[in-house]
Nanobody, 115 residues
């Protein structure tokens, strides 16, 4: 299984970004997916997750500002982030959890929110 995250970059406070995570090597539609982030000196935390049936969960710090979605035809996971704040600066990772409970992580994409 390979997870290739992209879409990170430098954005000003209040701006938007859309992250993508392209998956290969697994039947995408059968897996639960999620976005996590890790800021320097902090633990990795949940940003959002989406089950294979489309049920979503959002972290409290990003709720109402981000939307997670998935496109099974493209085997791609997305994270639309709006109203970005400096505290959203982190490396964002996508995660796949298979039906058997195996966990796979992507390599991460850096998001920097700064003026």
């Amino acid at each position: 299984v390979q997870l290739q995250a992209s879409g990170g970059g430098l954005v000003q406070p209040g701006g938007s970004l859309r992250l993508s995570c392209a998956a290969s090597g697994s039947i995408f539609s059968e897996n639960n997916m999620g976005w996590y982030r890790q800021a320097p000196g902090r633990q990795r935390e949940l940003v959002a997750s989406i089950t294979r049936r489309g049920t979503t969960i959002y972290g409290d710090s990003v709720k109402d500002r981000v939307t997670i979605s998935r496109d099974s035809a493209k085997s791609t996971l997305y994270l639309q982030m709006n109203s970005l704040k400096p505290e959203d600066t982190a490396v964002y990772y996508c995660k796949m959890t298979s039906a058997r409970g195996y966990v796979f992580w992507g390599q991460g994409t850096l998001v920097t929110v700064s003026s």
